[in-house]
């Protein structure tokens, strides 16, 4: 895997004496064998998995509450950085969060908003509705703290409307126990209401934003109450109000909600009349004037069953059914997909599969397995899916291929082009974390993720450990699969100082055309660079060409198209292009995973040639290894360090290049 950047700050010294204390503090009956024992679990009880309040309260200061660094890393095609964080960018101990879902501004996607299930210390399960904003497209969060202290809350979910209004969804047992909104009209930094949303346990929540009938109709889908009789109410007024409870055929709980070009509403989870898949379809939806009816529902094969409650979640759902809509006017116009983890035949415990249908739920494509590893034992758990607008089906999940015998788990990404016939090879995005860590009081991640599509990429809100401890976290996943090659728009690059300079040209274009990036200490910097081609005349609009930055300006690579707009305001976007870029200047990255056992990897950059070593010393300064003795050339490299017949402690890592020294120290733990 080919790394941009690693950013991976971590307090070692904390980290090595707070896990020892967790894991005391932890209840024996709350630890898992971590075998990976390939049983078949029996499927959930219906009855099961009720959000309700069962321990108190406990009010904690956040300013009182230990910190560390935050978490926060770039890899080839990622940027993600830790959301729930304080003032400073830090990480607070002692806290958790899981079970997160975002809100992108569609007219500005910059304003962003992230929900999800806060829990102010592990000592207590009592959770409430924790929220964070960001207006710089996810680069950096403002976490203010949760939008009613005190309350009970759980099962957020979030959306946003064509008039960048954000709305926030989520089940309260304050008065009853039943589903409320809140709105906002600034981006995710303060929040109204709530309103009465009716409903219950394990609620989603869809904005229709096809311009249809039903246009901006926010649908709101849960259980009724506890029960398991499933059910959808809807607002016609912007959320100021909804109307009465309709009852959703077959009851497909644990799943989500959509709508297509048409504005009609579909439904999928799992029946719990018979623990089927199910979808069901209101085609009266969009209609103010009626009352929705679902005229339609029909059973689904997904290649496998619903599983919850096992493996690495043994107290919540290993995902939710997914269902989406291709209502862009791409290659998959008019069509439906449904994707889940689901407990395939035989002894593997969980696949991502997905199914398709392009005459409104009707008929479906036989499933496909999305996950491409050739073993059976792995878990691919917390699959989930969104439709960028130019018809681009995006998929993430979280794997356990590259740890077997433990639940240890990173998140893979695959995309496909022609609406799910095929798809991507399979990308590890992340490094492995071990989900049993951080539960509080609850024996699990949270129940689900969630992601908005775009034409570049996808916008993540996701749950994991890094920290050892449960964080959420924002990614941006660029699609780089269109990669074309540099030779075909006669690329050329130079780095002087913090400058790169693009230079192109096309095939039909004679003319070179000439950016300069600035790049401030390899920082992320995301955006156009614009520049005019000299064609029209001072009386008539001119034609310009841009350059979308589509990751950040490090070394080795960057990843970026050219974007033509015409004299009437139209645009069009070449492929993407992927160059490598040399380094600016000398640095050495802090070594991933840390703590490790038994391997781990050490980055390091070099702008010029240079002779280097890298050498490995023990606490009383020892010479323990030496990785690197050598002259490279410039770039970017990566070293391996077997640490297995050294016993657990603290070492240092020195890279030598010069006159620059650098030294960073590293953790054993075995």
């Not at 002259?631 to 070492?651: C, D, H, M, Q, W």
Request: charged content about 15%; overall charge negative.
């Amino acid at each position: 895997m080919n790394y941009i950047s690693e950013n991976k700050r971590f307090n070692n010294i904390i980290r090595l004496v707070f896990f020892p204390l967790v894991v005391l503090l932890i209840s024996p009956i709350l630890i898992f064998s971590q075998t990976n024992e390939q049983e078949k679990h029996k499927p959930p009880n219906p009855s099961a998995h009720h959000e309700i309040k069962d321990d108190d309260y406990i009010p904690v200061l956040r300013e009182n509450q230990e910190k560390s660094p935050a978490y926060n890393y770039s890899m080839n095609i990622i940027i993600t950085a830790q959301v729930n964080v304080d003032q400073f960018g830090q990480n607070i101990i002692g806290d958790a969060a899981n079970e997160p879902s975002i809100a992108v501004d569609p007219n500005n996607p910059n304003r962003l908003a992230i929900g999800w299930r806060q829990f102010d210390t592990i000592s207590s399960n009592f959770r409430q509705a924790g929220y964070a904003y960001s207006t710089d497209g996810g680069q950096t969060w403002t976490f203010p703290g949760v939008i009613e202290p005190g309350i009970f809350r759980s099962d957020p979910v979030l959306d946003a409307d064509n008039n960048s209004n954000l709305f926030y969804y989520s089940l309260s047992t304050t008065s009853g126990y039943t589903c409320e909104l809140f709105n906002s009209i600034d981006g995710g930094t303060t929040w109204l209401g709530p309103v009465p949303a009716y409903g219950g346990d394990k609620g989603w929540m869809t904005i229709d934003r096809t311009g249809s009938l039903g246009g901006g109709n926010i649908y709101c889908f849960s259980r009724n109450g506890t029960s398991t009789t499933i059910v959808m109410t809807r607002s016609i007024d912007g959320g100021q109000s909804f109307q009465p409870l309709v009852n959703v055929p077959e009851n497909p709980g644990r799943g989500t909600i959509a709508t297509g070009g048409e504005g009609e509403l579909y439904a999928a989870g799992r029946s719990f009349n018979n623990g089927q898949f199910v979808l069901a379809r209101s085609s009266n939806a969009p209609d103010s004037l009626v009352t929705p009816v679902f005229e339609f529902s029909t059973q689904l094969n997904l290649g496998g069953q619903f599983s919850a409650y096992a493996g690495p979640n043994p107290g919540g759902l290993l995902g939710q059914t997914i269902v989406a809509c291709d209502n862009f006017g791409g290659s998959g116009d008019s069509t439906v997909y449904v994707l889940s983890s689901v407990d395939p035949a035989g002894v593997d415990p969980l696949d991502v599969y997905f199914i398709s249908s392009t005459n409104r739920g009707l008929s479906w494509s036989s499933p496909v397995r999305v996950n491409d590893d050739p073993g059976t034992s792995a878990w691919q758990w917390f699959g989930t899916m969104s439709v960028a607008p130019n018809g681009r089906i995006d998929v993430i999940w979280l794997d356990t291929r590259d740890n077997p015998g433990s639940y240890n788990s990173a998140l893979y990404y695959s995309n496909s082009k022609d609406g799910g016939a095929t798809w991507s090879s399979n990308e590890r995005l992340s490094d492995y974390f071990d989900p049993h860590v951080g539960w509080p009081q609850q024996q699990k991640m949270g129940d689900y993720f969630d992601m908005v599509s775009d034409s570049n990429g996808a916008y993540l809100a996701w749950a994991a450990t890094f920290n050892g401890e449960q964080d959420i976290y924002y990614s941006y996943i660029t699609d780089t699969t269109g990669v074309i090659p540099v030779e075909l728009l006669s690329i050329s690059t130079s780095v002087k100082a913090n400058v790169v300079t693009l230079i192109w040209s096309t095939t039909t274009e004679l003319n070179n055309h000439g950016f300069e990036i600035e790049r401030s200490s390899d920082k992320i910097i995301w955006g156009t660079i614009g520049f005019r081609e000299g064609k029209g005349t001072t009386s008539e609009p001119q034609q310009y060409s841009y350059i979308d930055i589509l990751s950040e300006i490090v070394s080795p690579k960057i990843y970026y198209r050219l974007k033509q707009v015409d004299f009437n305001g139209n645009f069009e976007y070449s492929d993407i292009v992927e160059i490598e870029i040399a380094p600016s200047v000398f640095s050495l990255s802090q070594n991933y995973p840390n703590p490790f056992n038994p391997t781990t990897k050490i980055t390091y950059q070099i702008p010029e040639l240079s002779f280097i070593t890298l050498k490995v010393y023990d606490v009383v300064g020892n010479e323990i290894a030496s990785l690197v003795n050598e002259e490279k050339p410039a770039g970017s490299y990566e070293v391996e360090f077997n640490a297995t017949r050294l016993p657990s402690g603290i070492y240092f890592y020195r890279l030598q290049a010069g006159s620059f020294v650098e030294t960073k120290k590293m953790v054993l733990m075995k």
